[in-house]
T-cell receptor
Framework: QKEVEQDPGPLSVPEGAIVSLNCTYSNSAFQYFMWYRQYSRKGPELLMYTYSSGNKEDGRFTAQVDKSSKYISLFIRDSQPSDSATYLCAMAVGNKLVFGAGTILRVKS | EAQVTQNPRYLITVTGKKLTVTCSQNMNHEYMSWYRQDPGLGLRQIYYSMNVEVTDKGDVPEGYKVSRKEKRNFPLILESPSPNQTSLYFC????????????FGNGTRLTVT
């Protein structure tokens, strides 16, 4: 079993939809939770960074962490074609960082 | 502009021919790392470096070497490439430790025939 599980998709939604991307994990020691966005032919870029359970909002993006369920989510409101990318969750404790496999998101105009 | 620069972007080579992928960062970061990205497997860490002359193995180090002689540079060396090392490689850096946000380069697509 992988330490971090993420559905690879692709997830295809119409423009303006609310998108929900999710990851589950097995290591309860993880303390830091991140979402990276990766456009085609580019390196991943940090989108959201959270330390604890709860919600963190940044514009159209909301990151949610539920440590009791070992489950994290990224919500995108009013999705745009420019949001089409691969979204990778990542989790860390100390010097250990583990990435999910990434979910491909396609937002159609 | 703060960035991580990898070269080359694309590389096609043959089995056994030694190659080096360069990585340089201009942010004075202490921590640098190499990842490979394969479909369905996500990003897997090859090697990392906490500072100059300090390197350690990641999850998939077999067949790779690294060196950190200067703070800004962290080259990845494949002494005898094999087809199973065909992949997309990313260099990343951060100021302190791995749980800090990483800055990634734009990747090197390597094909070994």
């Amino acid at each position: 079993q992988k330490e971090v599980e993420q559905d690879p998709g692709p997830l295809s939604v119409p423009e303006g939809a609310i998108v929900s991307l999710n990851c589950t994990y097995s290591n309860s020691a993880f303390q830091y939770f991140m979402w990276y966005r990766q456009y085609s032919r580019k390196g991943p870029e940090l989108l959201m960074y959270t330390y604890s359970s709860g919600n963190k909002e940044d514009g159209r993006f909301t990151a949610q962490v539920d440590k009791s369920s070992k489950y994290i989510s990224l919500f995108i409101r009013d999705s745009q074609p420019s949001d089409s990318a691969t979204y990778l969750c990542a989790m860390a404790v100390g010097n250990k960082l583990v990435f999910g496999a990434g979910t491909i998101l396609r937002v159609k105009s | 502009e703060a960035q991580v620069t990898q070269n080359p972007r694309y590389l096609i080579t043959v089995t056994g021919k030694k190659l080096t992928v360069t990585c340089s960062q201009n942010m004075n970061h202490e921590y640098m790392s190499w990842y490979r990205q394969d479909p369905g497997l996500g990003l897997r860490q090859i090697y990392y470096s906490m500072n100059v002359e300090v390197t350690d193995k990641g999850d998939v180090p077999e067949g790779y070497k690294v060196s950190r002689k200067e703070k800004r540079n962290f080259p990845l060396i494949l002494e005898s490439p094999s087809p199973n090392q065909t992949s997309l490689y990313f260099c990343a850096s951060t100021a302190t430790v791995a749980n800090s946000p990483l800055h990634f380069g734009n990747g090197t697509r390597l094909t070994v025939t």
